[in-house]
């Protein structure tokens, strides 16, 4: 009896302080004394007492290990919440940059097409003034109009008038005839020539386009491996992460001590984690994403 009002003295002291001071002073000094306590007794030849002293030596290791089971399983919780949101927060900034990118290629195409069509445009309107300029009035009076014309003359110059204009209103009736069909094929001629420059016109422009098709492939293509690439480092630093977890908990396992089981290893990994942040941050130097010169799709 006398042993376990001494040991109970030792629980009472400890358990009898402040509030303040029991935060301050840790499990682990506690067991010390008890140690130091059940050291005393072992030297004084007071062995009920070591062994009540003992046993409540290993019930407070076992509550310490329990303890920092607990707290290591929590912070690795916290460790693995950590990593997913750092993960999420460069995910989406990877894609805020990329749709930025990809919007302003495309606003710059479709400038690329529309400059070139306005191009052609005026290029049409051009070729067409010049050639119509360029083509003579070569029309040429048939052999049946010559003839009306020598006869409704000479019906004037025998004083036939009125025959004379009858012959003549035929004459020009026929002239205008023959000139409207030789404008048709005058103007025939000139359309012809005008397809063939709308043809390349569009040869041209469909040229662009493809050009445009391809860069915004590439870029899909150079979004999807960042994207992979990212995913990768996420998927590295992960399982990083988790062995070491793993050696946390055998260590614990095993009774091991000196570590703060509420020390996150979050930093480092973090750390590595915006380190190889070079698919966002890289993607300002990528080809692939850069918009389109007018010099590239001449």
Not at 8 to 16: A, I
Not at 44 to 72: F, H, P
Not at 125 to 149: A, F, G, I, N
Request: charged share 35%; glycine share 2%; aromatic share 6%.
């Amino acid at each position: 009896m006398e042993q376990q009002r001494e040991l109970q003295q030792v629980d009472d002291t400890h358990g009898q302080q402040p509030q303040q001071e029991q935060q301050e002073e840790s499990l682990e000094d506690y067991i010390q004394i008890l140690s130091q306590h059940q050291k005393n007794c072992e030297n004084e030849g007071k062995y009920v007492e070591a062994e009540m002293a003992n046993n409540r030596i290993k019930e407070l290791k076992t509550q310490l290990k329990d303890r920092e089971q607990n707290e290591l399983a929590i912070r690795h919780q916290n460790d693995l919440y950590e990593l997913e949101g750092t993960h999420v927060s460069e995910f989406n900034k990877f894609n805020e940059d990329w749709d930025i990118r990809m919007n302003e290629f495309q606003v710059h195409s479709a400038q690329l097409i529309q400059a070139l069509m306005e191009k052609h445009e005026s290029q049409l309107k051009d070729y067409r003034e010049e050639l119509y300029s360029k083509m003579e009035d070569k029309y040429k009076k048939s052999p049946d109009l010559l003839s009306m014309e020598n006869m409704h003359q000479n019906l004037a110059r025998q004083k036939e008038y009125k025959d004379a204009h009858k012959v003549q209103m035929k004459a020009q009736e026929l002239e205008k005839t023959e000139r409207e069909r030789y404008n048709q094929t005058r103007y025939k001629s000139a359309e012809a020539l005008q397809s063939k420059m709308i043809k390349k016109q569009e040869m041209e422009l469909e040229s662009l386009r493809k050009r445009i098709i391809a860069g915004e492939n590439e870029q899909k293509k150079q979004r999807a491996l960042e994207l992979e690439r990212m995913f990768q480092r996420y998927q590295n630093v992960k399982k990083e992460l988790e062995a070491n977890h793993k050696k946390e908990r055998n260590f614990l396992k095993k009774g091991g001590v000196g570590f703060n089981p509420n020390m996150s290893r979050m930093s480092s990994a973090s750390q590595h984690s915006i380190s190889q942040h070079s698919s966002v941050n890289g993607m300002k130097d990528s080809p692939a994403i850069k918009k389109p010169s007018n010099k590239a799709y001449r």
